[in-house]
């Protein structure tokens, strides 16, 4: 009986060491977090070189059909919020056109201060 008792203490010790070993991890990690920036830096390079080659999605409200059929016969019309082209411009494109616009914007006043 005393034995099994023994035996029971050591699993709170253990749990005890892996919060231990836990700390120590995140005191040593620093390389696990450079690989981690580093694999998420690539993904969102990925992302927005896709969304450079392809720019656009499908419109979530129509589904990139661009209109909305009538129950009644042929009658439709087309979708608000894409304004019937069905498409939506990807969030990863958005970010280009703005870095884009902000590199214009100043590059046409540094041409300017030239001048
Ligand atoms: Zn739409």
Redesign the pocket.
């Known amino acids: 009986m005393l034995s099994r008792a023994a035996t029971a203490i050591p699993i709170p010790a253990t749990h005890g060491s892996e919060l231990a070993a836990t700390v120590t991890a995140t005191a040593h990690t620093a390389g696990q977090v450079a690989t981690v920036l580093l694999v998420v830096t690539i993904a969102v390079a990925f992302y927005l070189f896709t969304c450079l080659v392809w720019p656009f999605g499908k419109?979530r409200?129509?589904k990139g059909v661009?209109k909305f059929k009538s129950p009644f016969g042929n009658a439709f019309r087309h979708?608000g919020?894409?304004d019937g082209s069905?498409l939506r411009v990807r969030l990863g494109r958005h970010v280009i056109n703005h870095i884009r616009a902000v590199r214009g914007a100043g590059q046409n006043s540094s041409s300017k201060g030239d001048r």
């Open positions: 419109c409200r129509c661009g979708c919020k894409c069905g």
